[in-house]
């Protein structure tokens, strides 16, 4: 009996070892397994406080980045074959500008510097019939994702002025060269010109341009109201927004709010989605509320603001002239108008021999008090929107030194340095920063059924990885009114469709930008009006005469 009573413990103590021994091989095996098999992601982004606008989402986090996409978000210790630290830095979706002019290779690159992965043009824009080009000419060339909203006014300029050539391919460039003559901005058309700049418009949207941009502003005295309705018109039938200069700015604080209740009401009326460019002019406050209550009513309507008290221009705009300048707004050239590439402010006598000489010179125009710049980026629902226009020379190389630029508004280089470095001395919540300059331009553009937004502007998993790592504390503009193209520093690194663009603020040669636009369709959707076609459609037949408007026989 203790015999058997010993052997049975003695076996059941080897039991136990046998047991935890398999139990310690299969700890192990685990562990070697998950070693072996944890993914190993391209990019990892460590320890970053990671802010998704959409959901509110403000934690500190790892980030994984594999195949162009964001693959983990975890508190984690994950793997990469590239590691950024990023303790102490904001991590947050790559900023998007729907209002960026320089659409060329030095153009991306200032913006790059600055934060900015996506940027459209959404008021000059490009002329429909060059579209296609304008697009593939960036293909596989270019370090940002890049898109163009079809021209009014180069429309007009190529129906009543004539206007064509190459120059066109540049995009909003081409301006430089259309603005030398005038009927693009004061002339009406006949019926069948405003129908072929409506067929030019269509065009661009055909080629799955993401909307359409006007400078009405520039051409008030050439646009009528019923043109500009129909303008809109070709993009509600695409479901597209229109984004205007409004028809008054630059105004008063009654005009310029009634500038954007045009572009506004025709887009309610249309059920069209639309944006008021730059409305941070006088009026502002009104135009906001507008705006926002027709937001909350469910209406895909939006506002840019930019944190400058000065914009940017060409000299022979109309509303530079001295009736409307100097005898309108009481302004002296002396104290608003300078010159970007000389440091000097015009005079009436300067100022007249250049529209003279040089019609298209570009100039910096001081317009609002210095106090509201602040004030603009605490406004909720806008988009930071930099309006950025071209440095000389505006086709360099996208390496060439930036420091030797010249001509531009310091909004081209540093508009997102300088609403971080705006927010950080007003303490404006850092999540409503990365609002406006992503996530609300994503959420509108995504909302007219454009894919490509629908996949940015976030931190989320599976959405586009475009993403920006920066020092809350030190990112910043350095660029001035005198010199307009000095970069933004304090970018840790900012990322293009899954590849590291800018590392530690060097840029480098990669080229993974990817085109913004609907997919092309086979057919136009134009349609032409006519007196016919409005007659049938709004009355009951406009009689050239009365005789028949009762009956001969008095209805027997």
């Known amino acids: 009996m203790k015999e058997n009573l010993y052997q049975r413990k003695r076996n059941e103590k080897t039991g136990h070892k046998r047991f935890a021994g398999l139990t310690l091989v299969a700890v192990l095996a685990t562990a070697l397994s998950s070693q072996v098999f944890a993914e190993t992601y391209d990019i990892v982004i ?13 934690a500190v986090a790892n980030v994984g980045v594999k195949n162009g996409k964001i693959a983990k978000i975890t508190n984690k210790k994950i793997k990469g074959k590239e590691i950024i630290e990023a303790k102490g830095l904001v991590v947050a979706p790559g900023f998007i500008d729907t209002h960026f002019h320089f659409q060329m290779p030095i153009g991306y690159s200032l913006g790059l510097r600055d934060g900015l992965t996506s940027s459209m043009d959404f008021e000059m824009g490009c002329a429909g019939s060059y579209m296609a080009e304008w697009y593939k000419a960036r293909e596989g060339v270019t370090q940002a994702n890049y898109g163009c909203a079809v021209s009014h006014e180069f429309a007009r300029a190529m129906v009543i002025d004539g206007s064509k050539g190459d120059y066109l391919k540049d995009g909003p460039i081409g301006a430089l060269t259309t603005r030398a003559k005038t009927g693009w901005s004061a002339t009406r058309p006949t019926l069948e010109q405003g129908n ?85 002019n006088p009026g502002w406050r009104v135009t906001h509320e507008m ?49 970007p590439v000389t440091g000097k402010y015009y005079t009436l006598e300067t100022y007249k021999a250049t529209v003279a000489s ?79 300059m992503s996530y609300n331009a994503a959420k509108h553009l995504g909302d007219t059924g454009l894919k490509f937004m629908q996949e940015r502007g976030r931190i989320q998993k599976g959405k586009v990885a475009d993403i920006v790592v920066f020092d ?20 840790k690194a900012v990322i293009v469709n899954g590849q590291v663009t800018v590392r530690d ?3 480098l040669p990669v080229f993974a930008g990817q085109p913004i636009r609907f997919e092309p369709e086979a057919k136009p959707r134009f349609e032409p009006i006519s007196l016919e076609g409005w007659n049938k459609s709004f009355s009951t037949g406009m009689p050239s005469e009365f005789s028949g408007a009762f009956p001969k026989d008095g209805g027997k």
């Open 46 to 58: 460590n320890g970053g406080r990671v802010i998704d606008p959409e959901t509110n989402y403000d």
């Open 291 to 339: 705006i926002t209550g027709l937001q909350a009513q469910g209406h895909n309507i939006w506002g840019e603001v930019y944190p400058y008290a000065a914009g940017s221009t060409t000299i022979n705009a109309s509303f530079l002239e001295p009736k409307s300048w100097i005898d309108g707004f009481g302004n002296r050239y002396e104290d608003t108008m300078l010159d």
């Open 358 to 436: 040089e019609p298209t010179r570009p100039i910096v125009i001081f317009k609002m008090p210095a106090e509201d710049e602040a004030k603009w980026l605490t406004l909720k629902g806008v988009t930071m929107a930099s309006d950025a226009v071209a440095a000389t020379p505006y086709d360099a190389a996208w390496d060439y030194p930036m420091e030797q630029l010249g001509g531009s508004h310091p909004r081209t280089a540093g508009a997102r340095g300088a609403t971080i470095r705006l927010g950080r001395e007003h303490n404006i919540p850092m999540m409503q920063l990365m609002s406006i």
């Open 196 to 280: 072929a700049i409506l067929e030019e418009i269509d065009k661009g949207l055909q080629a799955g341009a993401p909307g359409i941009g006007s400078t009405v502003g520039y051409m008030r005295e050439g646009v009528s109201s019923r043109e500009m309705f129909e303008v809109q018109k070709v993009g509600a039938r695409y479901g597209r927004p229109t984004g205007a200069h409004t028809r008054y700015t630059l105004g008063t604080d009654t005009t310029e709010v009634n500038g954007a209740q045009e572009l506004v009401a025709n887009a309610l009326a249309l059920g069209a989605p639309a944006i008021v460019l730059h409305f941070n």
């Open 505 to 507: 603020d060097v840029l």
């Open 472 to 491: 809350p504390e030190l990112f910043r503009d350095n660029s001035t009114y005198q010199q307009g193209a000095i970069p933004s520093t304090g970018m």
